[in-house]
């Protein structure tokens, strides 16, 4: 069928191949999608088709997303979907969003998915937000930048258009 010779093509061809059946097929049935994504992925693709995956899903069905991610092998290689993960959580569920975000690996990954929830959740509930970036676990000089951060962020004016 289509897959046997889908993995018959040369590794390129095959790779920009999957990563477009696998994308369509996300918005049909992420399960299926992201099994297709990630078959034959070297661990170079990975971290991207991880992020792919979590990103087009989580737009959808953040809960079925979160607990698919959950299922995958934990290191390095999900920081990028955990980041884009929070990164859509946080209009929702910013509390659940920060915990995803404490989890990414890579320190400058995760200071700016923190950062990003962050400056979702300070406008809806400053005196949660603040504490749960205290309890972060980050250095005070990071906390201190990412308050700085979000309240050098432009402001949104009544027309929709961004003013400082």
Known sequence: G?????????????????????????????EKGAAFLLEGATE?????????????????NPNAAGEWLNRQ???PALDRAKSAFS?????????????WA???????????????VYQQWVKKDAAAANAS??????????????KKAAANQPKASPTGFRVR
């Open 133 to 146: 970036l205290e309890q972060s676990g980050l250095p005070p000089e990071q906390i201190e930048s990412i």
């Open 87 to 99: 990164s859509v959580a946080a209009r929702r569920d910013p509390e659940s969003a920060m915990e």
């Open 102 to 116: 404490k989890t990414i690996t890579e320190p400058n990954l995760r200071q700016g998915g923190m950062q990003l």
């Open 44 to 60: 170079e693709e990975l971290p991207n088709r991880y992020s792919q995956v979590v990103s087009a899903w989580a737009t959808r």
């Open 2 to 30: 289509a897959m046997d010779w889908l993995r018959e093509l040369p590794q390129e061809e095959r790779s920009a191949l999957s990563n477009s059946l696998g994308y369509a097929l996300i918005w049909a049935n992420p």
């Open 73 to 75: 092998p934990q290191g």
